[in-house]
């Protein structure tokens, strides 16, 4: 496994850790709502418990943003 495969996988575990906080409703919305964050940078206006896990998953998400991001942009 290479370094990257294994930030990966790291960082895959932090994020399905920090969804299992959430109620099972809730899961596709801040999930779909990361989508949505790495594809054009909206950020959500949640409260409670999905703000709370949707920025413990924000720097995940900013990583992930920067490798599908063109360097142009």
């Known amino acids: ?4 495969s294994i930030q990966l996988n790291k960082e895959c575990r932090l994020y399905e850790k920090a969804l299992r906080k959430l ?3 809730d899961h596709i919305k801040v999930s779909l709502a990361g989508i949505s964050y790495i ?3 909206k950020v959500p206006h949640f409260r409670g418990i999905r703000k709370e896990v ?5 720097p ?3 990583r992930w943003k ?4 063109p360097k142009s942009e």
Do not use: A, Q
Not at 54 to 58: L, T, V
Not at 66 to 69: D, E, I, K, P, R
């Open 54 to 58: 949707f920025e413990e998953i924000r």
């Open 23 to 25: 109620p099972d409703k």
């Open 1 to 4: 496994m290479n370094k990257d």
């Open 39 to 41: 594809t054009n940078g």
């Open 60 to 62: 995940i998400l900013n």
């Open 66 to 69: 920067s490798l599908v991001t």
